[in-house]
């Protein structure tokens, strides 16, 4: 059995850098993904798309981590 509790104030600014990451995370995917439309070398453009895969990979486990956290506490 779970049990759910409200938030410290703490455990609030957590769940806030989790938002504050995950946006980030995509920023960065739009921002590889730009440069890598506008790379003419194909290894520079693979460079950048891989980071922009990179950046996926990250914003999924953040999303998953945030989903988990999220899921302890009492809704507000």
Not at 23 to 29: F, L
Not at 50 to 61: D, N, S
């Amino acid at each position: 059995m779970s049990t759910h509790r409200p938030m410290t104030e703490k455990e609030k600014q957590l769940f806030e850098a989790f938002k504050l990451a995950i946006e980030s995370e995509r920023q960065a995917q739009g921002a590889y993904g730009r440069m890598a439309a506008l790379a003419e070398d194909p290894q520079v453009r693979a460079v950048f798309e891989g980071f922009q895969r990179e950046e996926a990979k990250h914003e999924e486990r953040l999303l998953q981590l945030y989903g988990e956290y999220k899921a302890r506490f009492t809704p507000e």
